[in-house]
């Protein structure tokens, strides 16, 4: 049987794995210049500030289009294979491309396919189920 529920549920999720390495990115840039004016509590709860307002950002911006590709990889059922890992990072690369010509964000347009692809690479890793068997009966 088919994880459907799985699969579209990590994939809508995939937004947020760009969104928090941003926000990660931020923080590193904030605080490294600034790093011995801040206590030790501080630098974290801005460290997971930074990171949940990323990914929250990132979620509302990208989220419709994860739901979609989601749905729609539901209804292909793609297996932990070459082929199909490759096509959903592809869709996923290129449907981030796409999506930011509705929602105008300040990047270069490479940025928005990395992030697709990379999000949709790794998450098919955890989302997908295995091959099938062949049965030899």
Request: with cysteine; aromatic share 16%; charged share 10%.
């Amino acid at each position: 049987m088919y994880p459907t529920l799985r699969v579209i549920i990590l994939f809508t999720l995939c937004p947020a794995i760009p969104g928090f390495s941003f926000g990660a990115y931020l923080w590193l840039g904030i605080f490294s210049e600034h790093a011995r004016r801040f206590y030790l509590l501080e630098v974290i709860q801005a460290f997971f500030a930074a990171t949940f307002l990323a990914t929250l950002g990132a979620m509302a911006f990208y989220g419709i289009p994860a739901f979609i590709l989601s749905v729609i990889y539901v209804c292909l059922k793609p297996r932990k294979r070459l082929k199909d890992i490759a096509l959903i990072s592809i869709a996923g690369g290129l449907t981030a491309l796409m999506w930011r010509h509705f929602v105008p964000i300040p990047s270069h347009p490479a940025v928005g396919f990395a992030c697709g692809f990379i999000s949709s690479f790794l998450m098919s890793f955890l989302a997908l189920p295995a091959q099938e068997q062949a049965s030899s009966a």
